[in-house]
């Protein structure tokens, strides 16, 4: 089966708020809206918000996805990823996303 891979190369199928929304999982909604408020900072996450089928999938988003540099600038481009860009290897918007998760860069290769 293959994985589902997010704009900037995220591996969807490992985000705990895919697997919430996927299952129906209001307990891991909750978990994650707490992790996350305390790992980016942003303490009014409600757990509602929490649903998400993947960036490039049909059906729910994450609030984030709508204001989502990376997204947007994939979306502006008429890309379906990052990997689809002649400039992903010296860009500065998903830059940090690589640097942090190198593995990113390879399921988009992957993907090409």
Do not use: Q
């Not at 490992?14 to 980016?40: H, Q, S």
């Amino acid at each position: 089966m293959e994985k589902v891979i997010a704009c900037c190369g995220l591996n969807c199928d490992a985000c705990d708020a895919r697997i919430a929304t996927i299952n129906g999982n209001d307990e891991l909604r909750k978990a994650t809206a707490e992790k996350w408020k305390k790992a980016y900072n942003v303490p009014d996450i409600p757990f509602e918000s929490i649903n998400c089928t993947g960036c490039r999938m049909d059906g729910a988003k994450f609030y984030h996805c709508t204001v989502c540099e990376i997204r947007n600038c994939v979306k502006a481009k008429g890309y379906e990823t990052c990997g689809n860009c002649p400039e992903m290897e010296n860009c500065g918007i998903v830059a940090m996303v690589h640097k942090h998760l190198p593995e990113a860069i390879e399921n988009l290769k992957r993907l090409n």
